[in-house]
């Protein structure tokens, strides 16, 4: 009889935990941070580059086979139009449900004014650096983002994982431009990025095989970086907020766009889709996660290539659910904090420019932050503000991560199913 193996999901949990367990027996020598730095940490840094390494032929490869496969150009302009506006209908959604989460629990209340000089003293440094970077944002004018689309060469923005937007237009170009060609010319072309197309998810099943090594790692040397766990409990209505307001999301929200627009099977696709959910949680990014969201969705939910490949690296880059509502939360807490009152006009701002703001917002640990200095200034509040909320962020980061790219994954759903397809998985699946 065969016997039945781990599956992949299973198997990154073990990592996880074994990560966690490895890092505070570390910690508890004085030799154990160092050793876990020089010695586990690396393992980390090599899972997330193996991903980081894939992500652009990726793209390029599944984008151009995506769009060269469709019979005309007016089928990736309503597939276009179509995946924007749920985008933007999720975001504003997940801000909504944060926000009236944030006004409901109040967590703001729960600080002590202890904790508050505490976490401005000692965060204060940090918060000035990320300043300086949001002001270089800040000074462009408003067409800037648009501008920085549309890349001058593409080889200089293949060689950085920051410009997966730009990668992503030329392809697009690439792609319409194939569309158009006679099919005698467009096929060599074709079949090479079918391959290619191929081979680049043969490799992430490769990369994937070290999953839970590398979230051992991962986790391992995050446990042994991380603060004390007072800070935590400090902070915990805040990032309890935050937790409840995913859940809500992932299980309410999603969970009632995928059965109702994408009448899929709510179970399982979390069931298939978990290994991605718990790469995103440990990376921290959404664009290190893109590979296995690409595998999982195709292979083993079976959304059609056509769809997946247009959808999720851009869903990678511009929908960000996770990271919109935490925005709302972290904004009005961090007002709550400081003792404002804010209006339904201010709230409604929050709304306004945390889309924007998640939008903007890159696909790597940390930036979810780095833009909430935007949304806490279009209301009038000391960005500075942003210190209280520093050292809990990392967790929140992982799980707004994870909920980020579930975001897209459903939204390939929908959109696979507006085309009128069935789900269709490829893979032999027993994960
Ligand atoms: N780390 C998040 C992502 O990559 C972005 C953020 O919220 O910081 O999706």
């Given at each position: 009889m065969k016997k039945k193996k781990l599956a992949l999901h299973w198997k990154i949990i073990l990592g996880i935990l074994f990560g966690i367990i490895a890092g505070i027996f570390f910690i508890q020598f004085a030799w154990g941070k160092e050793f876990v730095v020089n010695w586990i940490k690396p393992f980390g840094t090599i899972f997330i580059n193996l991903l980081k390494l894939i992500a652009i032929p990726l793209i390029?490869?599944?984008?151009?086979?995506?769009?060269?496969?469709?019979?005309?150009?007016?089928?990736l302009s309503k597939m276009g139009m179509r995946t924007l506006g749920i985008y933007i209908f999720t975001t504003v959604m997940a801000i909504g449900v944060g926000l009236i989460l944030v006004n409901v629990i109040q967590p703001g209340n729960f600080i002590s004014d202890e904790t508050r000089t505490d976490m401005l003293g000692t965060f204060g440094g940090t918060v000035g650096e990320k300043m300086l970077e949001v002001e270089t944002v800040k000074q462009q004018g408003p067409l800037q983002p648009l501008v920085d689309i549309v890349p001058e060469n593409i080889f200089e923005s293949a060689?950085?994982?920051?410009?997966?937007?730009?990668?992503?237009?030329?392809?697009?170009?690439?792609?319409?431009?194939?569309?158009?060609?006679?099919?005698?010319?467009?096929?060599?072309?074709?079949k090479i990025f079918d391959s290619a197309n191929e081979l680049v998810l043969k490799l992430v099943d490769i990369i994937m095989l070290s999953a839970p090594f590398g979230v051992f790692a991962l986790m391992a040397s995050l446990v042994a970086e991380s603060p004390s766990a007072d800070i935590f409990v400090a902070l915990g209505m805040y990032g309890l907020t935050v937790l409840l307001g995913l859940v809500i999301l992932v299980f309410g929200v999603y969970g009632a766009l995928l059965k109702f627009l994408g009448k899929a099977n709510v179970m399982e696709f979390y069931r298939k889709f978990a290994p991605a959910q718990l790469v995103a949680f440990s990376t921290s990014s959404s664009a290190a996660t893109l590979p296995v969201t690409m595998e999982r969705v195709e292979e083993h939910i079976g959304v059609h290539k056509e769809v997946s490949s247009f959808v999720l690296p851009i869903g990678a880059t511009v929908n960000m659910d996770g990271t919109s509502l935490y925005q709302g939360v972290a904004a009005v807490f961090i007002a709550q904090v400081f003792g404002y009152d804010l209006t339904l006009m201010q709230?409604?701002?929050?709304?306004?420019?945390?889309?924007?703001?998640?939008?903007?917002a890159a696909a790597v640990p940390g930036a979810g932050i780095l833009m909430l200095v935007i949304v806490l200034e279009s209301i009038g509040i000391n960005p500075a503000g942003i210190a209280l909320i520093f050292a809990v962020d990392r967790p929140l980061d992982m799980?707004?991560?994870?909920?980020?790219?579930?975001?897209?994954?459903?939204?390939?759903?929908?959109?696979?199913?507006?085309?009128?397809?069935?789900?269709?998985?490829?893979a032999e699946d027993m994960d």
């Open positions: 390029i490869a599944s984008l151009i086979k995506g769009i060269s496969d469709l019979k005309d150009i007016s089928q060689s950085s994982n920051g410009n997966m937007l730009q990668v992503i237009f030329f392809t697009i170009l690439c792609g319409v431009g194939l569309v158009l060609l006679p099919e005698d010319k467009s096929s060599p072309v074709k709230q409604l701002s929050i709304l306004m420019t945390a889309t924007l703001a998640s939008i903007g799980c707004r991560t994870a909920v980020n790219v579930t975001g897209d994954a459903i939204v390939s759903v929908i959109i696979n199913r507006s085309t009128g397809r069935e789900l269709t998985p490829t």
